[in-house]
């Protein structure tokens, strides 16, 4: 099969998606305003460039000639055009499509009609296609599904990152990279909650960092070749219009610790970071969060490693990844329920441990000292200390 050689998505990918904040509702003008927000609120030109519009873009039913065709009501303009106006404001545009007969919300989808529809996508001007595993699979495996679409990208005039969301059901991370895929979902849908019942829809932020430590996923994560751990939640706690949540009817709960937490490990993880907040609605809190450009840094590392766990005490967790330079991010994970000191020492953490002092800077609170080895912090409930590693 074909390995993606465009040098598409060297570092993880970063953008924002319609679904987790429009669901199933996404109009065009919820589209342009998306772009107009991501220049106005200083994400563009921080990293998040895909612009990527979910489910219910399409009609319900394919064309004559099995194309798919854009919902006449909520995007009369066409795709192109908008891929055009998404364009011009300096981003680049996303789509969405499943690997079944139907999309996850009913809509026409691609299965057996890959080539066409990965020739209307590069026409219109698209720059990344999530690929959905949804409706009926007319009795053909995972990796020949993904195959077939990767086929037809690799096929088209145009360098189109392939976000492959089949979550983690048949260990994408073993065969993402030969179905030409960018990125592949490790895990279920993220939802904005700390952690969710196994009968509850969705996962919750500690459920998917868990999951994500797992020795045979974790190190397949590397340059043009992501597992991601699902979309962002930052910004989307109980005071927020939610929509995603409106349509899986469950409550909505994540503290302002909780969200550094989520970021904090999806930038330690190198995970895609593709926001899913309401950008009109979002707050200085949020816009804190998403912004810090430490952490972004981290997750932006040239190396693209993902972080793991190196010891847990209790409640009291040490991660870490090592990053170019031969420096390291760590992050001091308290997951019980009251405050506590966490310590560890640079032989625990992945850094060279020949250096006499290492500089430590702190990723949340910008302060920076020197150690001669221990690293510790104070860590309230469900947060994280979060520190850059450089030896001297
Ligand atoms: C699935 C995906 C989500 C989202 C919805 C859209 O649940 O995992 O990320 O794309 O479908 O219907």
Known sequence: MTYSA??????????????????????????????????????RDIGYEYLVVDDCWMEAEL?????????????????????????????????????????????????????????????WGVDYLKYDNCGDHRGRDAISRYAAMGQALAAVDRDIVYSVCEWGQNQPWQWGRN????????TGDIVV???????EFGLGIVDIIDQMNDPDIAYQN??????DPDMLQVGNGPESGQAQHEVADIDRELTAAEERTHFSFWCLFSAPLMAGNDLAEMDDATREILTNEAA???????????GTRDGAVENKEVWSKRLAGG????????????TAEIATTVETVD??????RYSVSDVWSGDEWTTSGSITATVGTHDVAMFRVSPE
């Open 193 to 199: 909650r700390w952690s969710t019942d196994s009968d």
């Open 351 to 356: 850094v060279p441990v020949d250096a006499e």
């Open 63 to 123: 064309g004559e000639d099995g194309q798919l065709e854009p919902d006449s009501e909520d995007f009369p303009s066409g795709i192109d055009t908008l891929a055009n106006d998404v364009h011009e404001k300096g981003l680049k545009f996303g789509i969405y499509s499943s690997a079944g007969d139907v999309t996850c919300q009913g809509y026409a989808a691609s299965l057996g009609h890959e080539r066409t529809h990965a020739e209307q996508f590069a026409d």
């Open 179 to 186: 179905v030409g895929a960018h990125l592949w979902r490790t």
């Open 222 to 227: 590397g340059p043009g070749g992501w597992n």
């Open 6 to 43: 465009s040098g598409a998505a060297t570092t993880p990918p970063m953008g924002w998606n319609s679904w987790n904040a429009f669901s199933c509702s996404v109009t065009e003008d919820d589209v342009r305003d998306a772009a107009d927000l991501l220049v106005g609120t200083g994400l």
């Open 327 to 338: 420096e390291c991010a760590v992050i001091l994970f308290n997951r019980g329920e009251r």
């Open 296 to 306: 972004i840094a981290v997750n932006q590392d040239p190396l693209g490693i993902q």
